[in-house]
């Protein structure tokens, strides 16, 4: 079956630094991944939608210029945290359509999960 | 704007019960629906999906509905085991095209044994 693969799996930071989490597809491209947040004991939130070589459309209430992301090829995506604070403390799941419309039933694929702890 | 209710936010049984988590929607106009399974501190793991054609999904002791008209969706788990005990999530994709997924709140259960 598809696999999508976050790295790292988990992260401490201090407050002020960025932090990168990727988001791979191992074994399908991805035309389009899509990143969550999730607090504790909540849902997820979408954040943004990642399309590959175009810019990336943020949901409503979410800072582009904070959480950057770049969708360099069909297999990566990545998130970067730029100068992370303790309110940025989260789990970043990720998720990944897959290109081919023949095996395709828009199903997305989910990744495992990055958390991120801002100190 | 889709927003995704799901009720209830948690439930406690002993094990053995046949049990129905609910999962209602606002906008009908889906392309398809999904559940998921997600233990503490993990990602998801996908349970069934169910195409805005089709009325229901089975796997195992798992069966999913759907009735679109009405904006609403149902896990039912037959004879809930411990290892059942997990936050069940369920998410909507939009017919806009932009093939985004909008989550539920979730129903956190706990199946005792």
């Known amino acids: 079956g598809a696999v999508v693969s976050q790295h790292p799996s988990r992260v401490i930071c201090k407050s002020g630094t960025s932090v990168k989490i990727e988001c791979r597809s191992l074994d399908f491209q991805a035309t389009t991944m899509f990143w969550y947040r999730q607090f504790p004991k909540q849902s997820l939130m979408l954040m943004a939608t990642s399309n590959e070589g175009s810019k990336a459309t943020y949901e409503q209430g979410v800072e582009k210029d904070k959480f950057l992301i770049n969708h360099a090829s069909l297999t990566l995506s990545t998130l970067t945290v730029t100068s992370a604070h303790p309110e940025d403390s989260s789990f970043y799941i990720c998720s990944a359509r897959d290109r081919d419309a023949a095996r395709a039933t828009d199903t997305q694929y989910f990744g495992p999960g990055t958390r991120l702890t801002v100190l | 704007k889709q927003e995704v209710t799901q009720i209830p936010a948690a439930l406690s049984v002993p094990e053995g019960e046949n049990l129905v988590l609910n999962c209602s929607f606002t906008d009908s106009a889906i392309y398809n629906l999904q559940w998921f399974r997600q233990d503490p501190g993990k990602g998801l793991t996908s349970l069934l999906l169910?195409?805005?054609?089709?009325r229901e999904q089975t796997s195992g002791r798992l069966n999913a509905s759907l009735d679109k008209s009405s904006g609403r969706s149902t896990l039912y788990i037959a004879a809930s085991q411990p290892g059942d005990s997990a936050t069940y999530l369920c998410a909507v994709k939009g017919t806009s095209g932009t093939y985004k997924y909008i989550f539920g709140t979730g129903t956190r259960l706990k199946v005792l044994a």
């Open positions: 169910i195409q805005s054609s089709q």
